[in-house]
Nanobody
Framework: QVSLVESAGGSVQAGGSLNLTCTAT????????MGWFRQAPGKEREFVAA????KALYADSVRGRFTISGDKTTTNLQMNNLKPEDTAVYYC?????????????????????WGRGTQVTVSS
């Protein structure tokens, strides 16, 4: 069992920055990857970024603006140059599954543990 808690999000203007932190407790030694997903109103949950060992994965929409870092107990998502379309509830997730391909870690079904989510709002 792994429990995840996200730090508080926030509201910023376009071009601003926010940092989200995910703290994991429990059987974190069994975690293979930590990820961030987001869900905007009326839209499906989408992949944002993940860290698997020393490797970071990013969605095309955030590459170059967001940076994920951390380990199995604390994962950070630094978000720079935020845009209104980044407005969403952001979820931290942990995967205990080991796959040979990175593409599996961009899918929400790979992650068995989720935080409750935190709101990020970007105004234009």
């Amino acid at each position: 069992q792994v429990s995840l808690v996200e730090s508080a999000g926030g509201s910023v203007q376009a071009g601003g920055s926010l940092n989200l932190t995910c703290t994991a407790t429990g059987r974190t030694f069994t975690t293979y990857a930590m990820g961030w997903f987001r869900q905007a109103p009326g839209k499906e949950r989408e992949f944002v970024a993940a860290v698997r060992g020393s490797k970071a994965l990013y969605a095309d929409s955030v590459r170059g603006r967001f940076t994920i870092s951390g380990d199995k107990t604390t994962t950070n998502l630094q978000m720079n140059n935020l845009k209104p379309e980044d407005t969403a509830v952001y979820y931290c997730a942990a995967s205990l599954l080991s796959y040979p391909s990175d593409r599996y870690y961009q899918a929400s079904r790979t992650y068995g543990y989720w935080g409750r989510g935190t709101q990020v709002t970007v105004s234009s």
